[in-house]
């Protein structure tokens, strides 16, 4: 399908300076043939689509030619649908490339709003998918099954045939989801199929469909027409994974549900359009390096001239020891909200000026490398050099308790669905057949504030999704801690601490001695996994959502009068040791597996934390759930004025 590889065929455009004639023909009715090529052959290569059919798709868009059924027609036994060919289907006729029409496109997010809100769509799709039993139209009788209770069916059923692309909207990756029409989602599934399929974005009218085309030289009358319900995945585990959605009537091959121990084709830290960094020189010592001399003469009469991009740490900057200033030629400390990458010219250009960066610290504020970086703590000192390459051998391991051996104690068990989707899948189906609970939380790698995230128990949706912008999947977290809401109930909530990194080698590491709060909105239980209120604590971003305010000191107060078996001074214990935990194995590799020392870096990080209960509820376990690049602190700053001027005289001057 056209999936992540589609943001970066929109990226072709602006190399080509195309993007004047994009602009020019978006909402046009008809485009000429060489424009509509120049716009979408890539999609076309992409998708293996031959040559010669390249005009026949082009006409039949403009014309709005659905004419498959001139070759095809849908049987059924009652129970079974079958697509057959009516004709002679040869492979070299141009025409014979078909449109299959998306009877719905969506977002994920939204399934239940959309059947609910569009009449007659439950029913189409209970008919469809053959949820429930038809009545004598050939749609769900509410009566039967009531209108909800097929809501929460069609929920479930839909990723078995729903297929995803993915489209630049601004500067935002959007996932979107589609099912074919009755003809596509009919049209069975064989090893060896005689038809492929794959979406088509048409950029200029703005809408999808898809296109089917022969993949024999010749399908001969009354032949079953079918397809490749893996999409034409050549890899044998991601195959197998993708397969595996359709368990109840494909044959999985679970020894294939393996991921392939080389550790140079499997390279997370350059995937991606990551780019690598200019490392700073070697320094004998901090002591002696301009930077830190620098630092070291600060006085009131002489403050350090911080520059930020954000208004509200200027205006914040209030201690004598600092001067905020307009540019960053007239800083002495560079906080920037943009990541940095140029160490090395920075120490040739600007030796007396620190920024708030560590080289390489995406290895912490990446969700997948974060990942990475946990299980690296399960492994032996000795162990870490090779630890790419053991952690794979691992991720095959047939012990039961694989999954669990790979993560510390305060990582939920997780994988980074671009690696490492048949592994998963594999232990998703472990955990399904010892009768555990598979609910999941799927994260995009390198998004905040809770964007691209969902909760689900569906493997058709989390396999589906692995195959737009890149995600890694955890574990949900089954048995939170809650917090008890008077004017809601039990509800989840997560703790924000705020560390300074003041050095890497030695690491000198600090948390902010005031964290904070956030909560749901409703009370917590394992299902409606679409309600975000109730699954998720970020409130601050939806203006519809109430954002519930406690500072630290009346939470601990609440909270030792809900937990009095279990004082915070324990739980807070628990978090600096995770902190310790995490950071030291971070730092203890090289670039690009791991962060390194600069004597003109400092960093401020938000780590997102969440409680859980362990198996018979007698000990809460901290869990990190991401940590945060310059974070937002507007919070932070209105209710603690001082708290730049705290945190930069922690790194910069030492108190």
Known sequence: GINAEYGE????????????????????????????????????????????????????????KYDSGSYM??????????????????????????????????????????LR???????????????????????????ETGLEE???????????LAETYTIQKDDEKVTVCYMMDELGCRIEHSGTPNMKIAPFFHITKQFAVSLMWPAEDEIPPETPITRDLSMGELDPGKRAARLAIFRETVEVDREALRVEEDKEKLNPYKMYGRKEQTLPEDCPSDEDHPATIRLRATSPKDPIRVFTDLKFMADALSDPMFKAVNSDKDADFISTSINFDKFKEFYTDH??????????????????????????????????????????????????????DLHPWWC????????????????????????????????????????????????????KLAYTYPKL??????????????????????????????????????????????FANKTFSLDEFDEYEKHFTVMNYKEEAELKQIGDLEFLEMYEQQYPDHPWSGVDKKICAMIRECFESASSLSPPRGMTHSAQSRAIYALDIMLKWNSDETEMIPQLLEVNFNPDNQRAVKYHPNFYNHCLKTLLCDD
């Open 9 to 64: 065929f929109l990226n072709y455009f602006q190399h080509y300076k195309l993007i004047h004639l994009l602009s020019n023909m978006i909402g046009q009715d008809a485009v000429d043939y060489q424009d509509f090529l120049t716009l979408h052959k890539p999609q076309l290569v992409h998708a293996g689509v031959p040559a010669h059919y390249y005009r026949t798709v082009y006409e039949k868009i403009e014309l709005e």
């Open 73 to 114: 027609i849908m049987l059924t036994d009652g129970d079974n649908w079958q697509v057959q060919s009516t004709c002679t289907i040869d492979s070299s006729d141009a025409n014979t490339i078909f449109l299959v029409d998306h009877c719905w496109t969506f977002y994920a997010e939204q399934v239940k709003m959309a």
């Open 117 to 143: 809100g569009i009449p007659g769509l439950a029913q189409r799709l209970a008919s469809l998918t053959g949820v429930g039993y038809p009545d004598e139209d050939g749609y769900e009788s509410e009566e």
């Open 150 to 160: 097929l809501i929460e069916r069609l929920s479930e059923k839909i990723w078995d």
């Open 351 to 404: 030796p007396t000026k620190t920024i708030n960066q560590f080289p390489n610290e995406n290895i912490v504020c990446c969700k997948d490398l974060l990942l990475k970086v946990a299980r690296r703590c399960t492994l032996d000192p000795s162990e870490r050099d090779n630890c790419d390459l053991i952690i794979l051998q691992k991720l095959n391991s047939s012990s039961p308790t694989w999954a669990q």
């Open 412 to 463: 939920p068990v997780g994988f980074d669905l671009v690696n490492e989707l048949p592994v998963f899948v594999r232990h998703y189906l472990e955990r399904e057949d010892a009768g555990l609970d598979n609910t999941w939380i799927i994260k995009p790698w390198n998004l905040s504030r809770g964007m691209g995230t969902y909760v689900t128990s569906n493997l058709a949706m989390i396999v």
């Open 473 to 518: 999947v955890q574990k949900y977290i089954e048995r939170p801690v809650l917090f008890y809401r008077g004017d809601v109930g039990r509800v989840k909530f997560d703790v924000r601490y705020v560390v300074l990194l003041r050095s890497v080698k030695p690491l000198k590491i600090y948390k902010y001695n005031v964290f904070w709060l956030r």
